[in-house]
C-alpha cells in the first residue's frame, strides 16, 4: 500500500508529520478549534492502517474483551492479555499516540496498584499514555501516574467496568447528575490528565464539560459538541455483527464483504476452482 499523508496529522503539529502525536498537540488543537478522531485498535494491520489514514490517538481499548477475546463484559480481560496487543500497535504504527487501557482490577486499589500497572504498560507495552475510568474516586490514581511523568486519558460518564454499579448500560448525567458530571470533570482535569472521554452522556452535558475543561473531551454517545470522537473500530468498520449501540454509525459493511470473500474461497475449493495454475509451483 502507498503511504499516504496524514493530513489531520499534520495539522495536529502544524508541520510534516516527522514525529509521534503528542499530549501537549491535542491541547494545541482545542485551543485551535480542531476536532480530531481517535479509533480502538488491537492488532497490526488495523493500527497501520489508522495510522496511515490519519488518526492522530489510537486506543487499546480493554473492550479487547469483547471484540477479541469475545468475553461478555470488559470485566475479564487481564493485563497480561491486554500488553501484547498494546505492543503490536505500537510496533505497526509511526504518528498516532498510542493509549494503553488500564483493566479493571489493575488499578482500584489506590495510588501504589495504579502506579505499578501503568508502569507495566509503558515499559512492556511501549504505548505512550494509559487511560483509566473514574472521576474523583480515580484523582488520587490520576495524579500518581502523572506525577511518574505517564500521560493519562481519563474516562468518566458511563464506565463499562462498573455498570454493575451504574444499573447497566445506560447514559449518565441527566437531569440532576449533570452535576456529577461536570464534578467528575473538574477532578480528572485537576488531577492532570491531558484528556477525557465522556461516555454517554447526554450532549448538553458534553457540550458544558467540554466548554469548561482547559484539556480535550473524547466523546462516546455524547453528541457533537467533544473536541474528539471515539469509536470501536470494529463498530466503525460494521465488522461487529448484531446491534450496536446508537452512538455508533458504521461507515463500511466489512462484515458483509468478508462474509462474501469466504463464501467465494469455500465454493472454490469445493468445485476445484482454487488453487489455479498461477498459484500452483
Ligand atoms: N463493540 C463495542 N463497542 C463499544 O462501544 C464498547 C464495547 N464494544 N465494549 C466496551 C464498551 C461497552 N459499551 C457499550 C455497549 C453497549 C451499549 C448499548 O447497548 N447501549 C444501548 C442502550 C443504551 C440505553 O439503554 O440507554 C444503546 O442503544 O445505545 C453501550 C455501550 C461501549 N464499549
Ligand atoms: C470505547 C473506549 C473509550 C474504550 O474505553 C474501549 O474501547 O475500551
Ligand atoms: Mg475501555
New binding site residues.
Given amino acids: 500500500m502507498v503511504e499516504s499523508t496524514p493530513n489531520e496529522v499534520i495539522a495536529l503539529y502544524g508541520g510534516p508529520a516527522t514525529r509521534r502525536v503528542r499530549t501537549r498537540d491535542l491541547i494545541a488543537a482545542k485551543e485551535r478549534g480542531e476536532r480530531w478522531p481517535m479509533l480502538t485498535s488491537y492488532d497490526q494491520y488495523t493500527a497501520a492502517i489508522f495510522d496511515q489514514a490519519g488518526v492522530p490517538v489510537l486506543l487499546v ?3 479487547a ?3 477479541v477475546f469475545g468475553y461478555e463484559t ?1 470485566l475479564p480481560v487481564t493485563a497480561d492479555e491486554l500488553l501484547p496487543l498494546v505492543r503490536a500497535v505500537v510496533r505497526a504504527t509511526r504518528h498516532a499516540l498510542i493509549v494503553g487501557d488500564l483493566p479493571f482490577g489493575s488499578y482500584e486499589e489506590g495510588p501504589t496498584q495504579a502506579l505499578r500497572t501503568a508502569v507495566r504498560f509503558m515499559k512492556e507495552g511501549g504505548c505512550h499514555a494509559v487511560k483509566l475510568e473514574g472521576g474523583r474516586r480515580c484523582a488520587a490514581q490520576i495524579a500518581a501516574i502523572v506525577g511518574a511523568g505517564i500521560p493519562v486519558m481519563a474516562h468518566i460518564g ?1 464506565t ?1 467496568q462498573s455498570e454493575h454499579t451504574l444499573g ?4 449518565q448525567g441527566r437531569g440532576d447528575a449533570a452535576d456529577e458530571v461536570l464534578a467528575d470533570a473538574r477532578a480528572v482535569a485537576e488531577a492532570g490528565a491531558f484528556a477525557v472521554v465522556l ?2 452522556v447526554p450532549g448538553e452535558v458534553a457540550k458544558q464539560v467540554t466548554h469548561e475543561l482547559p484539556i480535550p473531551t473524547v466523546g ?2 455524547a453528541g457533537p459538541a467533544t473536541d474528539a470522537q471515539v ?2 473500530w ?2 466503525m468498520a460494521g465488522l ?1 455483527t448484531g ?6 454509525k458504521r461507515y463500511a459493511d466489512l462484515a458483509g464483504a468478508l462474509t462474501d470473500a469466504t463464501r467465494q474461497f469455500a465454493d472454490e475449493v469445493r468445485g476445484g476452482g482454487f488453487p489455479a495454475a498461477e498459484h500452483t509451483f
Avoid at 447497566?168 to 447514559?171: D, E, L, T
Avoid at 446491534?243 to 455508533?248: D, E, L, Q, W
Fill in positions: 481499548g480493554d473492550s474483551a469483547n471484540n470488559t458511563f463499562p447497566g448500560y445506560r447514559v461516555e454517554m462516546i454517545g469509536l470501536v470494529q463498530d461487529r446491534k450496536a449501540p446508537r452512538f455508533v
